[in-house]
């Protein structure tokens, strides 16, 4: 029997299309609409694979950009022609484009209850908060009278000393841990006598490859018993994948949470419409936080969610954020951007007002250092249940506030 010739192709296009099914979209897309030969990527080995994945890369003359055992991957740039050949590895689990995540930004700690528990001894001490974003300049909120500034990585510009050429990452330390000490304590964080871990994954423009925030947070694993990591916040966020297995902040968030350490991610800045949340804030696993509009009062009933910040549901109807805190005109710390580990000066103005999810974010992350510092022996997932349990709910939308706004008084039982 004479067999057409179009079914001669069968074979090959079903392997090629099961190929092509293994490379991420957006990714692709890049393909046709960048102008250039070698394109960064995340390549995620199968289970158990690593090390032979690893040793296929390097065969292909692939560089390696970094080593990700957090999520089983590395990250790497490749002739955007080697893509397909790549993929039809048996080693080879799924190759994710390497997004461009950018940070959130569009009376709060008095709100929300952190002066009653400071006030009661909940203060964070001796709790480690990992800080992923422009960096962390040393104001005197976090160096005076001691330096709580314990570690700081720079996977931007390799520097060794503290610093912030944007001045978000300082913001949100000092939301989550500033003492006040410049303003009488005035402006005193969640969580005042906190360790600061700044980490730098986001350049002075305030964005920065998923590849090297995921490399952040695999240093974050790696240091966690070293200076006793016990939260890490995340002020930043991109479009997630489309498929939620294969997105690596998902990835790695997850991995991190599961080491103990208390995830707490930005929802994002793309409401009101639904499903806007970003990366990593889908994790179902990690707490996610939106944000309120407190009026600048310190009554919960006249509170508002904020326009900008981004709804759910995720993964077609699960609940997300899981609840909300104070995220419009937050003042807090401020930055010097020029400073690079020489003489330090005082500012003129040391402290400035911002917007955004990524504020409200280090004020969860503070209360969660509170819950710790007085139970140290809390798991994750008990500290989101306390958090989800003792929230004050609003008149609005499960996918608009979780559980409701973040309320401290409630959570010690003051």
Known sequence: MKIPAGMLLLPFMFKRDRCMEKIDSRLLQKTRTLKTDKIPAIVFSKK?????CKKYLKSKGIRIKHELPLINAYAVEVETTALEDMARSDVVEYISDDVRMTSLLDV??????????????????????????????????????????VAFKDFINNRQSPYDDNGHGTFVAGVAAGNGYLSGGKYKGIAPEAAIIGVKVMDSEGSGDSSDIIAGMQWVADNKEKYNIRVMSVSLGAKPAKLLKFDPLVAAVEAIWDKGIVVVAAAGNSGPKQSTITTPGISLKIITVGAVD?????????????????????????????????????TSIKANKEYRGTR????????????????????????????????????????????????????????????GILNISALIGK
């Open 108 to 149: 709060a700690a008095q709100e929300v209850g952190a002066r009653i528990a400071n006030d009661t001894g909940y203060t964070g001490r001796g709790v480690g908060i990992a800080i992923l974003d422009t960096g962390v300049y040393p104001h005197q909120d976090l160096v005076r009278p001691k330096n709580r500034i």
């Open 344 to 403: 330090l000066e005082n500012l003129a103005e040391p402290y400035t007002t911002m917007s955004g999810t990524s504020v409200a974010t280090p004020i969860v992350s503070g209360a969660a250092a509170l819950l710790i510092s007085k139970n140290p022996n809390m798991t994750p997932s008990e500290v989101k249940e306390a958090l989800k349990k003792n929230a004050y709910k609003l008149d609005a939308s499960e996918y608009a506030q979780g559980s």
């Open 48 to 52: 158990n694979e690593t090390d032979v």
């Open 294 to 330: 407190d009026k600048r009062t310190v009554d919960f009933s006249d509170d508002t969610i904020a326009n900008f910040s981004s709804r759910g549901p995720v993964n077609r109807k699960a609940v997300k954020p899981d609840l909300v805190a104070p995220g419009v005109n937050v």
